[in-house]
T-cell receptor, first 117, second 116 residues
């Protein structure tokens, strides 16, 4: 069966410090991968998505970046955190487009809570 | 533009009563609709989806949803609510793969509170 792991689960960082959140998926190949941010416990905003290794699409301009160095690894980074980067970050995967004619559900990790002080 | 609306920020229900969490959508083309549930400080759990076929879709934990094309709605329902159903519920529409990688667009969420 497929599983998705995110770490760290919680993180407290000072303003201006770097960030690295990691997400890995097991039990599948060539997944679509997504990073979402949830602010104030409600709305979910898509930050990045990737349909393959090294292929990253950004949804909103910000000081965050994403990378996909391996097929099932998705990393969210920042060189210098801002206060506004605080939030709950969720990684998700779905079956890739080559193996699915109709889009199915996304599967989410347990999230990483980032507090920037 | 593709969008999803959840008109109620909060829904309060007594345990044992039926519950409905409302969702309306606006999409061009075929709608691929989903419901997710989120417990505090947890990730989202998939409940059910409508892709095609029967308008009444059954999902996890006794939940079901009815797709209504004429009203562009996809309301989540359960015949008898449990206290453990208390959580944040999200309706979502998924774009086709050729459109922005098949991303999910979420509603703002509805907080369901079930009282004993």
């Amino acid at each position: 069966s497929q599983t998705i792991h995110q770490w760290p689960a919680t993180l407290v960082q000072p303003v201006g410090s770097p960030l690295s959140l990691e997400c890995t998926v097991e039990g599948t190949s060539n997944p679509n991968l997504y990073w979402y941010r949830q602010a104030a416990g409600r709305g979910l905003q898509l930050l990045f998505y990737s349909v393959g290794i090294g292929q990253i699409s950004s949804e909103v301009p910000q000081n965050l970046s994403a990378s996909r160095p391996q097929d099932r690894q998705f990393i969210l980074s920042s060189k210098k955190l801002l206060l506004s980067d605080s939030g709950f970050y969720l990684c998700a995967w779905s079956v890739g487009p080559l193996r699915a004619g109709i889009p199915g559900e996304l599967f989410f990790g347990e999230g990483s809570r980032l507090t920037v002080l | 533009a593709q969008s999803v609306a959840q008109p109620e920020d909060q829904v309060n229900v007594a345990e044992g009563n039926p519950l409905t969490v409302k969702c309306t959508y606006s999409v061009s083309g075929n709608p691929y609709l989903f419901w997710y549930v989120q417990y505090p400080n947890r990730g989202l759990q998939f409940l059910l989806k409508y892709i095609t076929g029967d308008n009444l879709v059954k999902g996890s934990y006794g939940f079901e949803a009815e797709f209504n094309k004429s009203q562009t709605s996809f309301h989540l329902k359960k015949p008898s609510a449990l206290v453990s159903d208390s959580a944040l519920y999200f309706c979502a529409v998924r774009l086709p793969f050729y459109n922005q990688g098949g991303k999910l667009i979420f509603g703002q969420g509805t907080e369901l509170s079930v009282k004993p």
